[in-house]
Every structure is written in structure tokens, then in C-alpha cells.
């Protein structure tokens, strides 16, 4: 078996990833930091959770130790697709570089600017960016480039879906020719490998895990729901089980704030995370979270992309989501580190042909829930669902239509995915097949078919602050 000694890492580093008490590389550690300490640029398809962050920051910090940095001119640069990702891995370059006199330097929207620069000025080991910040320092005159060494793209496949491509071609086209590329990303989709091809010079290829693996520590649940019943549904759930905390997932921005307001109104305890939201409400928020004050983090996929939290019960999929990889990367936030973790999914009617391009890509059907039945819409109250969700209801038509047409509405997927995915082989009928009144033509009426029986007798859970009637 491979040990951390075994690799090539320097004392000072050993020291601190025993201190983090690390015993064993994990297999991406493994494969890539020999590649990476012999100067190869590298393709990388591993998925977060998987330790690829240590994969890239130990031997950067091997490489980087000897030499140091002169002031503006960084000597390493990882480009990250958002804030949160970009700050877990400055404190991954903290932790593993205890021992050394590094510096890293986190440069992203939303945290001023004149600290970003001062810390430059002071000279930098590693420079972790998102691709606008970056760019923008670097027009300022702030970033001089000539000095990187090691170039790291992080999370490529959300780069592209993110449509942040551009901005990363823009920045790699002003960097030295002469440098060493590292590639990560959580599929080697053929689009993906063109990408790579532009960075990389003669990669070694390594990949850990096959891009559409569901974690098997995950139990996954379908929930049939019309829309108008989805909230309500969700309320019951997390009343209904024993939940410590968990992830929310809507696919827009907007639905993500009102569904937090809604919880909030029923006494749950939720903090609301999507791009739109200012740096310090998006600390905030997460910290919350993370510190467990605040049990239910509802969010977006790009607010929420890699965030390596600890002992995550369960996600909630409140929307399915466009992405058939969103899924994987949803249900990955649970059942981390071997721990059992559980992913619901509400599936309204319109969202068949989502589920059924999730079912092919990870090639198992997914169970639905068991005492989840329909309730009559007698037993709903009127008046308990805000206005928005007609519109929820006028939206996933309309974005049925688009879906025909080819083209998404979604937060900062500009590409889109659809034609791709359709191609795949077509979901068991189980998950194909209309529930009672919710087929092609049936009306829904008042709150929709597909109230669960449980709902009758909510039961106190985490996070619920007082006992409220449904
Ligand atoms: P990542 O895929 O980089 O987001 O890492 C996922 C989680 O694995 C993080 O919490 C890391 O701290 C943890 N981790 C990284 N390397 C190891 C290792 N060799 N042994 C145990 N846990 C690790």
C-alpha cells in the first residue's frame, strides 16, 4: 500500500498531513502527485470528495517550497469557478502548509479589492481566482503573469457550464508558455477533453471515478409532486425525519429565495446561498451552515458546487435539476467519508424527461419513496402556497416548450445540455409512467394530486423552531 512517504513530499508536509490526520493518499493523491512532481501536465477526471484538492496543493507546495515570489509576479495560479470553492482551497494550502513559509493568496469578486492588492504587492506563492477577478487585477496592472509556473484549472466541466471558458482562455493565453497544466474536472466528456487539449502539453491522463457514480453510501428517493404541492411536501419531510441537517436544492436563484422565506415562515430554520447574494451574506450564510447554527441551507448548484462539508444527512432535490451531472454532484454533498447520507427528489410531471436522463446517466433506477402516497387536495389548506408557485406553474410550462426548442432557462448555464443528454437510452417506465391524474391532459386541481398521507401528523424535527399546523 502507498503512503504519504512514499510520494516524494517533503518533511514539513508529511508533518502537517499527519497533523491533519491523514493516514493514506486517496487513489486521485495516489496517481497524480507523482505525475505532478516530475513536471507532467496533467488531465485529471476526478469528482470533488475524492481528495483531488490535496492531489494538486501538496506537490504545488513541494514544487513551490524552494525559490520565492517577487511582488506582483505570483508563482503558481488556480483558477476556481466560484468563491467558496476558490476559499476551501486557500485553507487547504493553510493546513498543508503549515509547516512552510508559503503564501496564498485568495483573489475573488466581492472582498475588496486594496487587501487583495497589498497581499500581492508582498509577494505570492499561489494565487487562487475566480476567472473574473483575476482578469480584472490583471488589467488594473495589479498581476504580472511572466513568474507562473504551475497553472491549475479546477472544475473544468463547471467552467464550461458556467460559460467562464472564455475568461480562462483569455488568462491562459497570458501566461508563459513554458509552464506545467494541471486539468480537473469530474467528467472526461469528449467537449471536455477538446478543452483540455488547448492547455495542456502531452498530459498524463488519471481518473479516479467513473464521472457518473452515485456515491453507494447514498440512499436516493423519488417523490412524485404536483408543483403546487412541493412545498408542502418538503415541510413534511423534514419534519418527518431525523434530519440534523441538510441541502435544498432549487434551480434558480429566485426560487431559492423564496423558498428559503417560505420555510422561514413555517419555522424552519434555513439560510438561503445563491451567486446573487453579496460576499459577506454568502459567508455568512455558509459559516451558519457549516458551524451547524443554522441546520438547512437552501441553494443553488453553482452556490453550492464542491463545498466540503462534514456529515451532511441528507439533500433535498426541490427541483430536479437540468444537469444530469448536477444530480450526481448534489447527492455527493451527503454520505461523504463511508457515512450514510440520504437524497430526495420532487418529481412534478413536467420533469420526466429530466429524471429520465438522470436514470440513464447513473445507470440505476431510483426508488420511489415509500409512504409517500397521494392525499386528496381536500386535506391541503387553501391559501398555504404563495402566489409564486402559479408562476411555477406557468414557468415549467414554458420552459417545456423551451425544452423542445432545445434551449434552457437556468442561473449561469448558458450552454445548456439538453441535446446531449437526450440522446441517452430513455428511463424504466416506472419513472416514465404518469401518476394518478398528473398524466398528459389532467387538470391539476387546487393543490394537486400527490399530497403525501403523512403530512395529516407533522412531527417536530430539527430545525423546526416551533410545531406549526400544516
Ligand atoms: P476534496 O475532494 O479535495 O474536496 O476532498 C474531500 C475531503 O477529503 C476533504 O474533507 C479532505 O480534507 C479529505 N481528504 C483529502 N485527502 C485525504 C486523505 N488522504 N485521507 C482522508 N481524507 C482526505
Not at 388 to 414: C, I, L, N, Y
Request: proline share 7%; glycine share 8%; charged share 30%.
Amino acid at each position: 500500500m502507498v503512503e504519504f512517504k512514499d510520494l516524494g513530499l517533503r518533511s514539513d508536509i508529511l508533518r502537517a498531513i499527519e497533523e491533519r490526520g491523514y493516514t493514506t493518499p486517496t487513489p486521485i493523491q495516489e496517481l497524480a502527485i507523482p505525475y505532478v512532481l516530475m513536471d507532467r501536465d496533467l488531465m485529471a477526471c476526478a469528482q470533488t470528495g475524492t481528495g483531488k484538492t490535496a492531489g494538486f496543493c501538496l506537490p504545488m507546495l513541494e514544487i513551490l517550497s524552494t525559490g520565492g515570489a517577487k511582488a506582483r509576479m505570483p508563482r503558481s495560479l488556480i483558477l476556481e469557478p466560484t468563491r467558496e470553492l476558490a476559499a476551501q482551497v486557500a485553507e487547504n494550502f493553510a493546513v498543508y502548509g503549515k509547516h512552510l513559509n508559503f503564501t496564498a493568496v485568495l483573489l475573488t469578486g466581492g472582498k475588496g479589492m486594496e487587501e487583495q492588492i497589498k497581499k500581492l504587492d508582498r509577494g505570492v506563492d499561489v494565487l487562487i481566482a475566480t476567472p473574473g477577478r483575476m482578469i480584472d487585477l490583471f488589467e488594473r496592472g495589479n498581476i504580472l503573469l511572466h513568474d507562473i509556473r504551475i497553472f491549475v484549472i479546477d472544475e473544468a466541466d463547471r467552467m464550461l457550464d458556467m460559460g467562464f471558458i472564455p475568461d480562462v482562455e483569455k488568462i491562459a493565453g497570458l501566461l508563459p508558455k513554458l509552464r506545467q497544466t494541471l486539468f480537473f474536472s469530474a467528467t472526461l466528456l469528449p467537449e471536455i477533453r477538446a478543452l483540455a487539449g488547448k492547455f495542456l502539453r502531452n498530459p498524463k491522463e488519471v481518473s479516479v471515478a467513473p464521472p457518473a457514480t452515485t456515491a453507494a453510501t447514498v440512499a436516493q428517493y423519488l417523490l412524485h409532486v404536483s408543483p403546487r404541492g412541493k412545498r408542502e411536501a418538503l415541510r413534511g419531510l423534514l419534519r418527518r425525519e431525523t434530519l440534523k441537517n441538510a441541502f435544498i436544492f432549487c434551480n434558480r436563484k429566485r426560487d431559492v429565495r423564496t423558498l428559503a422565506e417560505s420555510l422561514t415562515r413555517h419555522k424552519f430554520s434555513v439560510v438561503a446561498l445563491h451567486g446573487d447574494m453579496p460576499q459577506n451574506r454568502r459567508d455568512e450564510a455558509l459559516e451558519k451552515f457549516r458551524s451547524g447554527a443554522v441546520p438547512f441551507l437552501v441553494c443553488s448548484d453553482v452556490a453550492a458546487r464542491g463545498l466540503d462539508i462534514k456529515g451532511v444527512d441528507a439533500v433535498f432535490n426541490f427541483d430536479v435539476p437540468f444537469n444530469a451531472e448536477d444530480y450526481v454532484h448534489r447527492i455527493g454533498r451527503t454520505g461523504r467519508a463511508g457515512r450514510e447520507g440520504h437524497a430526495y427528489t420532487f418529481v412534478a410531471p413536467d420533469d420526466d424527461r429530466l429524471l429520465a436522463n438522470i436514470v440513464a446517466l447513473i445507470r440505476k433506477d431510483i426508488p420511489v419513496m415509500e409512504g409517500f402516497e397521494p392525499r386528496p387536495d381536500a386535506l391541503v389548506p387553501a391559501g398555504d402556497e404563495e402566489p409564486a408557485d402559479e408562476d411555477f406553474v406557468s414557468r415549467h410550462k414554458q420552459r417545456a416548450g423551451r425544452r423542445e426548442r432545445g434551449g434552457w432557462e437556468h442561473d449561469r448555464h448558458p450552454r445548456g445540455h439538453g441535446s446531449r443528454r437526450s440522446a441517452r437510452k430513455p428511463a424504466p417506465a416506472e419513472s416514465r409512467a404518469p401518476r394518478p391524474g398528473t398524466g398528459p391532459g389532467a387538470p391539476t386541481i387546487g393543490f394537486g394530486d400527490d399530497m403525501p398521507r403523512f403530512l395529516v401528523k407533522p412531527r417536530a424535527r430539527a430545525g423546526q423552531r416551533k410545531e406549526e399546523t400544516v
